[in-house]
């Protein structure tokens, strides 16, 4: 039955349940994160500073006790363990190797507290078992051989001061494997380093990894660190996993615009999956491989080497190059579709000015699901201080720009500093809450303004209705929350209230 | 007729002029000020002491005062009563401020630094209402006048403390944490971590805390004359009855250059000389 026990436990070496660390201050730095790790597995904790990944690793070594959850070591929780009963090890962001002792005596640190049990035999047959340290002979030769895995033979003596930073990092993880931890945790190790000692260092670590065949616990802001050397990724934002897989899924199946943004360089536009398989972005339909509800709003994201281009015409969109960077093996060229702009790499470079036209496989095109919260427009100012999206024009508050400003009798804005603005044709980021906007027949009279367009879905959400309204134009969409029933392919006008408009500039405007 | 004016050259200007100004004021300029003052107070009078030690009243060559010294049994006692006060005084100050500068650095809130004042604050009172206070609650436990080298030692860890717990808890604070953690995360309890790591690593804020009160508890007749009812006898004391009531100035410069030796020697064995190399010193320890 115990034998049953510690083979199934024995896959998952760690095992996060609901790990939660929340802050004296009230900040939660990791939020009810579930994970489990495999034996002898690399795994790489990826996210950006604050996300908490440092934390979570934290409290495996037991430097931080975790506020509810527990941690699994073999299926036993060790919360409760301090750092020095538990059988990981860690390797410091600075190395944290002792000023006072030299090389040797860093990588002994450990070796010399270590106890065993020895198990003796009398000439009689009878045995008795003693606690004993290990000897000195034994920790020479151990040290011996953790330096020379790391590559520093001959630098027993050397005070660890007079090391370079990659040979300090080096004393750091003999330090930590020489103890044959059942996990090596590593907090950024190669962070101190430069670009080179790092790469070469990444190697290194991945090829000892394999030798060592032990867990290593890895945690990075890096991704291209973590996309070298990694098993598993696991991504984290906000205290939260955002997404765990090998680096080839995570890159290539992001699972939301973060990890999307994160890992490489993308693209990520809003869309609206039009049918199956078929996506709406960039004002145009494109086909896609994975499958959502018809009318749902999306996030596409396409990687800026999975743009191609080709001569005006030719491909599925045409655009016009606004600039183009050669970057060694490529060029990053930025192509501009409409309003949109599309970053693009690729060998052959095209010059700026160049009408070209582009194209995205299906199988390129990632597509996450997105949160919808508010209608996203963009729109521009008109002279009359309405503003001009989603194929309609509106009344609006264009005093919201400029906090503290306000409108003079010509129309002209004035600031808070009284500074006179016009706001012709100025470009701005609209937004519209889902439950601001009313629907009318357009039977009845209709008012000046709004938009006029077709019901092109309807879901009913419990208590109330959700309704998107396509216009005919350019076919923008309008999501709003209602409670009155009303008919697919419905002919209907959009109205907004002009304090329900919330207006941001989209750059500066000119003075 | 009206002339026109018309640039024909343009070139960068970099503020050439000041070159000449440059030229004649050097840097090293600012550091004369500082030379003038160590020539006429520090060079100067210790060249007057060296002068005094090896001449005799009539101003003629000898080393008579120091044969005299060394061969006064009263004044070898002084010195080494001087030293023992010292050595105790200094001890009971460590073995005070190391658990106190220890807990104050362990202190998270912003709250610490409070405490750390409070242990700090006495430094900045006046010196002599300090030791007039101390006298009268030692003479409230009836102690004053009867036990007199401990009174002196009481008197001198109480003043002296302050300059014990500041370079200890300095030292502590600025540790690099992860250092201790580095040793807890490879086996270390909390005492192994403390003698192999905390305390090795504090030690140039031991050594410098032991300056402060040994150098000057040595010759700190102040203290004695208040606390030890002048009965514990200082080399600072003799010292001062040398220039004063027995106008024997060859006779104290003499003492003076003694303890200036033992001083340096002092320094030379801490190390006080070179501070880089301290924190490999705590194999020692």
Same mark, same amino acid.
């Given at each position: 039955m115990e034998e049953q026990l510690t083979c199934k436990e024995s896959e998952n070496i760690i095992e996060l349940v609901d790990l939660t660390r929340v802050f004296e201050d009230g900040m939660v730095a990791v939020d009810k994160v579930n994970l489990k790790v495999k034996k002898g597995e690399f795994v790489t904790f990826l +996210?950006?500073? +604050?996300?908490g990944k440092t934390t979570t690793l934290r409290m495996i070594a037991g430097f931080d006790k975790p506020t509810s959850g527990k941690i699994l070591l073999n299926g036993q929780d060790i919360s409760g363990l301090p750092p020095h009963k538990r059988p990981v090890n860690t390797v410091f962001q600075r190395y944290a190797l002792f000023p006072h002792l030299n090389v040797a005596d860093n990588v002994a640190f450990g070796l010399k507290l270590k106890k065993i049990k020895v198990t003796y035999e009398r000439s009689d047959g009878s045995r008795f078992t003693k606690v004993e340290k290990l000897s000195k002979a034994e920790i020479a030769e151990k040290v011996n051989k953790a330096l020379k895995i790391v590559d520093l033979e001959g630098f027993e003596k050397r005070s660890v001061s007079t090391l370079s930073g990659g040979q300090q990092q080096r004393v750091a993880i003999a330090r930590a494997i020489v103890n044959e931890p059942q996990i090596l945790l590593l907090d950024e190790p190669l962070g101190a380093l430069d670009l080179k000692m790092r790469k070469d260092m990444q190697l290194e670590l991945k090829e000892m990894h394999k030798k060592l065949g032990i867990t290593f616990i890895y945690v990075t802001h890096d991704q291209e660190e973590a996309l070298t050397m990694s098993d598993t990724i696991v991504v984290m934002k906000d205290g939260e996993i955002q997404q765990e897989g090998t680096p080839l899924d995570i890159y290539n199946e992001p699972a939301n615009s973060f990890v999307a943004d994160f890992i490489g360089d993308s693209n990520i536009f809003s869309g609206t999956m039009t049918g199956k398989l078929k996506v709406r972005f960039l004002n145009k339909t494109f086909e896609c491989v994975d499958d959502f509800a018809k009318n749902e709003k999306v996030d596409v994201v396409v990687r800026p080497e999975d743009v191609f281009l080709m001569d005006e015409g030719k491909g599925q969109v045409d655009g016009k190059i606004v600039s183009s960077i050669f970057k060694g093996v490529h060029y990053e060229m930025v192509c501009k579709i409409g309003k949109t702009e599309v970053v693009v790499q690729d060998t052959k470079e095209r010059k700026v000015g160049d009408k070209v036209s582009i194209y995205i496989r299906p199988e390129d095109i990632h597509i996450m699901a997105k949160e919808f919260t508010a209608n996203k427009y963009e729109g521009y100012i008109t002279k009359k201080n309405t503003v001009v999206f989603g194929d309609g024009e509106f009344a609006c508050d264009v005093t919201q720009l400029y906090p503290g400003s306000f409108l003079d009798e010509e129309g002209y804005l004035i600031t808070a500093e009284g500074e006179k603005i016009d706001l012709t044709d100025v470009d701005v980021e609209v937004e519209v809450g889902l439950k601001d906007i009313d629907l009318n027949d357009v039977d009845t009279l209709e008012e000046e303004g709004g938009a006029v367009g077709n019901i092109v879905s309807i879901i009913y959400k419990g208590d109330h209705y959700q309704v998107i309204v396509r216009t005919d134009e350019n076919e923008e969409d309008y999501v709003c929350d209602t409670e009155y029933t009303w008919n697919e392919n419905d002919r209907v006008s959009v109205s907004i209230k002009p304090e329900a408009i919330r207006l941001k500039l989209k750059e500066e405007v000119k003075r | 007729m009206a002339s026109s004016v018309k640039a024909v050259a343009r070139e960068n200007y970099a503020g050439n002029e000041k070159k000449t100004f440059r030229a004649l004021f050097k840097r090293s300029y600012l550091a004369i000020p500082y030379g003038l003052f160590l020539a006429l107070f520090v060079v100067f009078p210790l060249f007057l002491i060296v002068y005094y030690a090896f001449t005799d009243k009539s101003g003629g060559f000898t080393f008579n005062n120091f044969v005299a010294f060394f061969s006064s049994s009263t004044y070898v006692s002084n010195l080494l009563i001087s030293i023992g006060i010292a050595c105790v005084t200094t001890a009971v100050c460590l073995l005070i401020a190391y658990p106190v500068a220890y807990i104050l650095s362990r202190f998270?809130?912003?709250?610490s630094y409070i405490f750390v004042l409070l242990f700090i604050a006495p430094m900045w009172i006046n010196f002599v209402l300090r030791a007039y206070a101390l006298r009268e609650i030692l003479n409230l436990f009836g102690l004053l006048g009867k036990t007199n080298f401990l009174n002196t030692v009481i008197g001198m860890v109480y003043d002296f403390l302050p300059f014990m717990i500041l370079p200890i808890y300095t030292t502590l604070i600025k540790m690099d944490k992860s250092l201790e953690e580095a040793s807890a995360d490879l086996g270390g309890n909390g005492a192994v971590t403390f003698f192999k790591v905390t305390l090795p690593l504090s030690v140039p804020g031991i050594v410098s805390g032991a300056m402060m009160v040994f150098l000057p508890s040595m010759s700190c007749y102040v203290i004695t004359d208040t606390f030890g009812n002048s009965k514990v006898p200082l080399i600072g004391k003799l010292i001062e009855s040398m220039f004063g009531t027995n106008a024997n100035w060859n006779m104290g410069s003499a003492l003076a250059i003694v303890m200036l030796i033992i001083m340096f020697i002092t320094m030379l064995l801490t190390g006080g000389f070179k501070g880089e190399k301290e924190t490999t010193r705590g194999n020692a320890l």
């Amino acid at each position: 039955m115990e034998e049953q026990l510690t083979c199934k436990e024995s896959e998952n070496i760690i095992e996060l349940v609901d790990l939660t660390r929340v802050f004296e201050d009230g900040m939660v730095a990791v939020d009810k994160v579930n994970l489990k790790v495999k034996k002898g597995e690399f795994v790489t904790f990826l +996210g950006p500073s +604050g996300c908490g990944k440092t934390t979570t690793l934290r409290m495996i070594a037991g430097f931080d006790k975790p506020t509810s959850g527990k941690i699994l070591l073999n299926g036993q929780d060790i919360s409760g363990l301090p750092p020095h009963k538990r059988p990981v090890n860690t390797v410091f962001q600075r190395y944290a190797l002792f000023p006072h002792l030299n090389v040797a005596d860093n990588v002994a640190f450990g070796l010399k507290l270590k106890k065993i049990k020895v198990t003796y035999e009398r000439s009689d047959g009878s045995r008795f078992t003693k606690v004993e340290k290990l000897s000195k002979a034994e920790i020479a030769e151990k040290v011996n051989k953790a330096l020379k895995i790391v590559d520093l033979e001959g630098f027993e003596k050397r005070s660890v001061s007079t090391l370079s930073g990659g040979q300090q990092q080096r004393v750091a993880i003999a330090r930590a494997i020489v103890n044959e931890p059942q996990i090596l945790l590593l907090d950024e190790p190669l962070g101190a380093l430069d670009l080179k000692m790092r790469k070469d260092m990444q190697l290194e670590l991945k090829e000892m990894h394999k030798k060592l065949g032990i867990t290593f616990i890895y945690v990075t802001h890096d991704q291209e660190e973590a996309l070298t050397m990694s098993d598993t990724i696991v991504v984290m934002k906000d205290g939260e996993i955002q997404q765990e897989g090998t680096p080839l899924d995570i890159y290539n199946e992001p699972a939301n615009s973060f990890v999307a943004d994160f890992i490489g360089d993308s693209n990520i536009f809003s869309g609206t999956m039009t049918g199956k398989l078929k996506v709406r972005f960039l004002n145009k339909t494109f086909e896609c491989v994975d499958d959502f509800a018809k009318n749902e709003k999306v996030d596409v994201v396409v990687r800026p080497e999975d743009v191609f281009l080709m001569d005006e015409g030719k491909g599925q969109v045409d655009g016009k190059i606004v600039s183009s960077i050669f970057k060694g093996v490529h060029y990053e060229m930025v192509c501009k579709i409409g309003k949109t702009e599309v970053v693009v790499q690729d060998t052959k470079e095209r010059k700026v000015g160049d009408k070209v036209s582009i194209y995205i496989r299906p199988e390129d095109i990632h597509i996450m699901a997105k949160e919808f919260t508010a209608n996203k427009y963009e729109g521009y100012i008109t002279k009359k201080n309405t503003v001009v999206f989603g194929d309609g024009e509106f009344a609006c508050d264009v005093t919201q720009l400029y906090p503290g400003s306000f409108l003079d009798e010509e129309g002209y804005l004035i600031t808070a500093e009284g500074e006179k603005i016009d706001l012709t044709d100025v470009d701005v980021e609209v937004e519209v809450g889902l439950k601001d906007i009313d629907l009318n027949d357009v039977d009845t009279l209709e008012e000046e303004g709004g938009a006029v367009g077709n019901i092109v879905s309807i879901i009913y959400k419990g208590d109330h209705y959700q309704v998107i309204v396509r216009t005919d134009e350019n076919e923008e969409d309008y999501v709003c929350d209602t409670e009155y029933t009303w008919n697919e392919n419905d002919r209907v006008s959009v109205s907004i209230k002009p304090e329900a408009i919330r207006l941001k500039l989209k750059e500066e405007v000119k003075r | 007729m009206a002339s026109s004016v018309k640039a024909v050259a343009r070139e960068n200007y970099a503020g050439n002029e000041k070159k000449t100004f440059r030229a004649l004021f050097k840097r090293s300029y600012l550091a004369i000020p500082y030379g003038l003052f160590l020539a006429l107070f520090v060079v100067f009078p210790l060249f007057l002491i060296v002068y005094y030690a090896f001449t005799d009243k009539s101003g003629g060559f000898t080393f008579n005062n120091f044969v005299a010294f060394f061969s006064s049994s009263t004044y070898v006692s002084n010195l080494l009563i001087s030293i023992g006060i010292a050595c105790v005084t200094t001890a009971v100050c460590l073995l005070i401020a190391y658990p106190v500068a220890y807990i104050l650095s362990r202190f998270k809130s912003a709250r610490s630094y409070i405490f750390v004042l409070l242990f700090i604050a006495p430094m900045w009172i006046n010196f002599v209402l300090r030791a007039y206070a101390l006298r009268e609650i030692l003479n409230l436990f009836g102690l004053l006048g009867k036990t007199n080298f401990l009174n002196t030692v009481i008197g001198m860890v109480y003043d002296f403390l302050p300059f014990m717990i500041l370079p200890i808890y300095t030292t502590l604070i600025k540790m690099d944490k992860s250092l201790e953690e580095a040793s807890a995360d490879l086996g270390g309890n909390g005492a192994v971590t403390f003698f192999k790591v905390t305390l090795p690593l504090s030690v140039p804020g031991i050594v410098s805390g032991a300056m402060m009160v040994f150098l000057p508890s040595m010759s700190c007749y102040v203290i004695t004359d208040t606390f030890g009812n002048s009965k514990v006898p200082l080399i600072g004391k003799l010292i001062e009855s040398m220039f004063g009531t027995n106008a024997n100035w060859n006779m104290g410069s003499a003492l003076a250059i003694v303890m200036l030796i033992i001083m340096f020697i002092t320094m030379l064995l801490t190390g006080g000389f070179k501070g880089e190399k301290e924190t490999t010193r705590g194999n020692a320890l």
